[in-house]
């Protein structure tokens, strides 16, 4: 099987190394050519809940690696129409597009490309910090749920999840892959932004009044929110599925605070602002979240100005 794994950023590489385990056909597509050619020279390393190297094939051309079974995408969520007009060569008739984005309108997005039969939503709760180019610092296991949007249990998802059980990612199949979305959605609202402006690991979160206080009231709308839209969260109890997933990946840097330390744009506007703009729709008041919205988005802006 080829898969080829679209996105060499955290999550990227700690899924292509560890799929590397299953002997299959594994590349990177990565739209810099320069970092492509590093990783294929380097390969790939991985530290902390795994430590192991891995060869793997990167390239920045699709051309170069050929019609693909499986791609997964795993770029920022501002960029998913680019990957997806990048990859789409790579799965010309048949071939399966699976996202693990962070945030809420990936799937949208990919069955505009790709048609929906194509794709699958997939959410993926590891704690995965990029230290170098193809080194990756693993902090944190967690669930990864994948499903069609139509809620269908076909030979592809069983497929998937087989070759993530091979690869040693605890997966299952969801009918309600919505659900799933929504509900890694209201983690990310609890956790990105806070580390993003307190600059915290996730587990520091739980160790301040503060945090616990403003987590507690973004956690609260968005699922306030999720209700009135009538979602189906995966867990009964939000709060301490949010506080366990900090426990879980306590020394990981979120991916909100990766991209803030590196003064990259960050997920802000598939994660809280979702929040936001569904809270308005509906008439759900949800100020801290569209303070955290504000205050990342300052941040974002204004790299150049900030004191360090
Ligand atoms: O975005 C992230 O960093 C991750 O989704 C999570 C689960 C919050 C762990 O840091």
């Not at 390969?43 to 019609?67: C, F, H, Q, T, W």
């Not at 709760?125 to 669930?143: F, H, M, N, Q, S």
């Not at 990259?264 to 509906?282: C, F, L, M, P, Y």
């Amino acid at each position: 099987m080829k898969i080829v794994i679209v996105g060499p950023g955290a999550l990227g590489s700690l899924i292509a190394a560890l799929l590397t385990k299953t002997k299959e056909d594994i590349w990177l597509l990565d739209k810099d050519e320069a970092r492509a050619a590093l990783l294929e020279r380097k390969g790939l390393r991985l530290e902390g809940l795994a430590s192991m190297e891995a060869k793997v094939n990167a390239s920045a051309d699709p051309k170069e690696i050929g019609a693909a079974d499986l791609v997964i995408l795993c770029v920022k969520s501002y960029d998913t129409k680019k990957a997806m007009t990048l990859a789409r060569p790579l799965v010309p008739e048949r071939g399966a597009v699976l996202t693990l984005q962070n945030g809420i309108g990936n799937i949208e997005i990919a069955n505009e490309v790709m048609g929906e039969e194509r794709v699958i939503g997939g959410v993926t709760i590891v704690g995965a910090t990029l230290v170098d180019t193809g080194v990756v610092r693993y902090t944190g296991k967690g669930e990864t749920v994948i499903g069609k949007i139509d809620g269908s249990i076909t030979v592809e998802l069983r497929t998937i999840r087989e070759l993530f059980i091979r690869a040693g990612l605890q997966t299952r199949i969801s009918r309600d892959i919505k659900g799933a979305l929504w509900s890694k959605l209201v983690i990310n609202a609890g956790i990105n932004a806070l580390t993003a402006l307190t600059r915290l690991p996730n587990g520091k979160l739980l160790d301040y009044e503060g945090t616990r206080t403003v987590m507690r009231q973004a956690v609260t709308e968005a699922v306030k929110v999720a209700k009135r839209k009538r979602i189906k969260l995966t867990y009964d109890d939000p709060l301490s599925k949010v506080e366990a997933v900090c426990e879980a990946t306590a020394g990981n840097i979120s991916s909100m605070l990766q991209d803030v330390l590196k003064k990259r744009r960050t997920e802000i506007d598939a994660i809280n602002a979702v929040i936001v703009r569904h809270g308005q729709e509906s008439g759900i008041p949800v100020p801290v979240n569209t303070l955290l919205v504000e205050l990342v988005k300052t941040i974002e802006s204004s790299y150049g100005a900030a004191v360090s």
